[in-house]
């Protein structure tokens, strides 16, 4: 072994869903919104003034932060954008789990959180998710150095009403709690308000998934203005031109566009209750998911077989392999219905056989 090798800060990084580069697919693997985003971001993309890129962006991002402070009526020194919620995510970690108790999440969640925590030394503790795959509140009042949950959670899709979110934030007032909402407007109803009532909460959210440009990398965060300023030291200590003229142009026409993201909404939350029709007359199991995905699986059949064979008719889902509880799942993004159909026929003949 090299000398140099003990000072590598080694990690195990994440590993993000397949972008499989076919010109036929139904891609289903990783919470993309079907739709294009709103028809102004076309615009912005076709008429962008190249010679601007000459210059620096805004480092505070100002055009697409006030643009999302006036949707959610909030002030803009109560909002911090990052280059998707990933990086927004990423820079709450490093701001605020600083102590030496260990943070708490569910042992079945995003999996970026772990990765985060290794990487930047957290300690940690996950904290089980009962028999329906469901957060109990109450596994959160303990010591501990912060709290983070997906709310609806990923990849369950299991919602926790606002009460219950709000009873963890109470049970917390000396630790920051971050829910994270990456797929809140699929019929979940937002922890924002509660930012004017609890100055330890962050709510994070996101463009990637019910505003259609996770191509785009844009996430935001809402909380008290002095969490927002802590949160920026360390963003502008790291990078402070964190988003290209393009993106900030492109997210803040996308929040302008309230009818288009509401109409979009709709339509994956009907194609949703469609497919999970079509999925328990098959057979399949799930819970009650409020996002765009469903976490399913089947008591008669293999399903990492059925991954494998859903693949080869390039029907691309997500399947976890850890933690064990959940192998026998697989999580499958709401499409278009046409994509959905199509799944559901794949899976009808599938059973036949
Ligand atoms: N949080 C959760 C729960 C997610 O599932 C995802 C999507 N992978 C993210 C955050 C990050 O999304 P993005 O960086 O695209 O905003």
Redesign the pocket.
Known sequence: MMKWEENVRKVVPYTPGEQPKKSHMIKLN??ENPYPPAPAVAEVVKNFNTDMLRMYPDPAIGDLVQEIADFYKVSRDEVFVGV????V?AMIFLTFFNGKKPILFPDIT?S?YDVWADMLRIPYETVPLDDAFCIRPQDYARENGGVIF?NPN?PTGELLPVEVVESIIKANPDVIVVV?E??IDFGGESALPLIHKYDNLIV?Q???KSRSL?GS?I?YAFANKTLIKYLSDVKYSFNSYTMDRITIEVGTQAMRDRAYFEQTTAKIIATREWTKKELAKLGFVFGDSKSNFIFATHPDIDTVKLFEDLKSADIYVRHFNKPERIRPYLRISIGTDAQMQEMIEFLKKYLEK
Do not use: E, Q
Not at 84 to 87: E, F, I, L, V, Y
């Open positions: 990783t919470n998707g919620s990933d990086d995510l995003y970026f997906p990923a994270d990456a797929y994070v996101t463009f990637s996770a990398r996430g």
